[in-house]
């Protein structure tokens, strides 16, 4: 299981529900036996997805919840300073106390909703959340772009979240979303963390174990899936990497388009006849810097994100896999311990009836969420490509305009000149 | 800046000929057709008894007369190579010092960005090194006072025993030396205003083009590179397009679309040489007007020196009949020191000076009348040639934008097809 990190306010309340056997009463009706309130079929899945453009345009025929993430404030303590989401929560729902919701969390509880979550649901595909860290380009944990770029992927997670059958019914969600909770003594909090971190940790390497052992009789679907999922890692990889290596050649050509640009003011300054169409020149070429940086801009803002919301994905489908896989195993090796052993069959038959059936609603939990995502993969994509294809189309008729209307100035003076 | 206001000593008196429109039908061109057709390989030892290939260019001429009347003549044709062109060239630089020399496509490619071929065996530089030689020919053939002179129409005309006759005309002897010259614009004492004004223009000119050529370069460099990466996006997306079924179709449209985006910049940055080009003829323009105003000081400074010479004469002459030593010399001393010489010593000196002083004076006559037209043709020379920079050069802009134009064009095109394509996913 992924890593288990502080969180800082948590209250009393919300370690009990850490139980999983309360987990389980609370969320019976969501998680694994049931496929929740909402429709059951694929193709109805599939139809509450709506082509979006942009995360704040939320379709507003199939949801009853929508949440923003807002309001990005530093907060600075004696040992660490980090930053505070409003997270802001309009429903419908009839098991919510109310309609609206106002709460403030930290990156560290959006870690924490989603390890939850995938620990509930160890076989539902959960959105990834943006990076802990960036590396590349050195940006500053609290640089305005950082702090905006990070805000929207948080709001786009809680919007998945949201948007997704079964995981929006989740306790641990509503809790995230609803409770106020008040700051704890943080070493307490820590040290109680740390010890379930450590229990967790045992399972998941137990869990892990198994998965080493391998799976026997991986069934033909989730083979074909497991190399869907490798290729399709591969291949967003890919794109993610032309993407910043298109960027980094833009903003080397917008430099030089720079430079080259007050090469022909210069020159107009020693000229009669020709100052003109040479200042008209330089114009343009700086002109055209503005749109390429505007082209840039977009590409960082639309593509880039998108793209690497998917990078993050196939990690999640990965690890997706290898827990269907997991309890394949944990179910196989019980049964060849039912087929071995003489005695105790009742017992054992019990426990492999239990695997057996745990196995088979997340193999059928993971094949309907993973057409749902392949759907919202499709659409997220769609639109991010799309954009960058119409802003490109945009950047080369602004440009267009810009020489053509030296031209004209130039054609027509000449006319006049010679008049 | 270059000065309009000093042009009132040099113009008054230049002939209307020799003016401001370089029009097609003057002179030489009015009577001849004159292209370079071709070129074409060829191998050969050079002067040193070594194998080499080289590319020469086929001149062809007719008469412009038959062709205007219609009668289908075939041309006359001669093979030349660039070496060849550079001689020609050289010559009428040092016979007409003051004309401005149309210029040569550059000896070696220049400026280049790099992909872009700097081998001189290139096709592409072949190709723009032809249409360079032929701009030269034309300039030259319609230059009022260029396009008459007769080791010209041998070139176009004669293609063996020409070399031997430029070199009979002995123009080498005209060179000046590189170190009277240099000396020249140092010590010279009153050069006309406007040469002085134009040669600081000329630097300009050419400091300029060539910071200008420089940044194309580095900006063509950065345009293929962005365009060839989006060439990853081709490759990318068709190997993608296998893995989906849905998004397939779409995927795979996409990449072929990008691969034809990353294609179309070759030609573009092909087309965007012919700009390079001629900005590098004004290049070469710069530093001949350069060299017109350098000659200008020089016969400019041959005349003070010439002049200065002859006052000095006269001076010692005068010191000589007068016996009054006005200034400081040797003689005096001596005179001094060992007493005056004798009367038929002294009336030879007399007579020696006065042939000097009539030497001088001729000398006089002859550095002043160089200088005058020198002035006269070279002034008018450099109208006639601000005019041709100022219309060749806004035409140049022009054709840039033009090709800048196309350029969006094709962007528009290849990604709103893309744009129709990710559609489809």
Known sequence: MSGHTVSADISGHMLDLDEDEDLEVFSKNTSLTD??????????????????????????????LFISVEDPESHITAIETYIMYRVVTKTTRSDFDSSEFEVRRRYQDFLWLRSKLEEIHPTLIVHPLPEKFVMKGMVERFNDDFIETRRKALQRFLSRISEHPVLS?????????????????????????????????????????????GVKNRPEEFDVLQDYVENFS??????????????????????????????YSQWAESEENLCEPLKGVASCAERCCNETEEQIQHL???????????????????????????????????????????????ALQDEVDELADRMEKSNSALQLDCSRWRNTMRADLKAAFVSSAEKNVEYYEKCLAVWESFLVSQRGESISQRD | MMAENGKDEAAAGSDGESSLTVERDSNLLRR??????????????????????????????????????????????VWRRYSEFELLRAYLILTYPFFVAPPLPEKRAEFVWHKLSADNMDPDFVERRRIGLENFLLRV???????????????????????????ETGFQDKADSRLRAFGATFRVRSPQKCFIDMKQYSEELQSHTSQLLRARARVADRVYAVYKVHGNYGRVFSEWSGVEKVMGDGLQSAGHHMDSYAASIDEILEEEEHYADQLKEYLCYAEALR??????????????????????????????????????SFKGVTNKLFGQEAPEQREARLTMLDE??????????????????????????????????????????????????????????????????????
Not at chain 1, 311 to 323: D, G, I, P, S
Request: aromatic fraction near 8%; charge should be negative; charged fraction near 30%.
């Open chain 1, 35 to 64: 496929e929740g309130p909402v429709p059951n079929s694929p193709s109805s899945m599939v139809n509450q997805y709506r082509l979006e453009d942009d995360e704040d345009q939320q379709d507003t025929s199939a949801k009853d």
């Open chain 1, 169 to 213: 019914h989740s306790q641990h969600f509503k809790v995230f979303l609803t409770a106020q909770l008040q700051l704890l003594d943080e070493t307490f909090l820590f040290s109680m963390s740390y010890f379930q971190a450590c229990s967790r940790m045992g399972e998941t390497m137990r869990a892990m174990a198994n998965s080493v052992r």
């Open chain 2, 141 to 167: 053939a319609s230059h009022p006072g260029l396009s008459n002179d007769k080791i010209l129409y041998r070139f176009l005309t004669e293609e063996a025993c020409w070399k031997e006759a430029v070199y």
């Open chain 2, 291 to 328: 060299a017109v105003c350098r000659k200008h000081e020089l016969t400019q400074f041959e005349l003070e020196t010439a002049s200065q010479d002859l006052v000095s004469k006269k001076q010692q002459r005068d010191e000589l009949a007068t016996g009054m030593v006005r200034t400081f």
């Open chain 1, 234 to 263: 591969n291949k967003i990889s890919s794109v993610d990497k032309v993407t910043q290596r298109i960027i980094k050649e833009q903003r080397e050509y917008l430099d030089e388009l720079r430079q080259y640009s007050s090469t």
């Open chain 2, 32 to 77: 001849m057709e004159i292209c370079v057709a071709e070129a074409e390989k060829r191998s050969g030892k050079n002067a040193i008894g070594m194998q080499e290939t080289f590319t020469v260019y086929l001149i062809e001429t007719r008469s412009a007369d038959a062709a205007a009347e219609g009668r289908a003549q075939p041309p006359d044709s």
């Open chain 1, 300 to 346: 960082s803002e639309v593509l880039v994100p998108a793209l690497h919301e998917y990078v993050l994905c196939a990690e999640t489908l990965k690890a997706v896999m290898r827990r269907r896989d997991n309890i394949q195993a944990e179910f196989e090796v019980k049964s060849d311990t039912l087929a071995s052993r003489k005695s105790d069959l009742d």
């Open chain 2, 356 to 425: 000097l002083i009539a030497e001088a004076e001729d000398s006089v006559t002859v550095k002043t009348a160089e200088r005058e037209e020198h002035v006269q043709k070279a002034w008018a020379d450099i109208l006639r040639f601000k005019e041709e920079k100022d219309r060749d050069l806004r035409e140049a802009l022009l054709s840039y934008a033009a090709m800048q134009i196309n350029m969006c064009k094709k962007g528009m095109q290849v990604w709103s097809n893309t744009r129709e394509s990710f559609l489809k996913m």
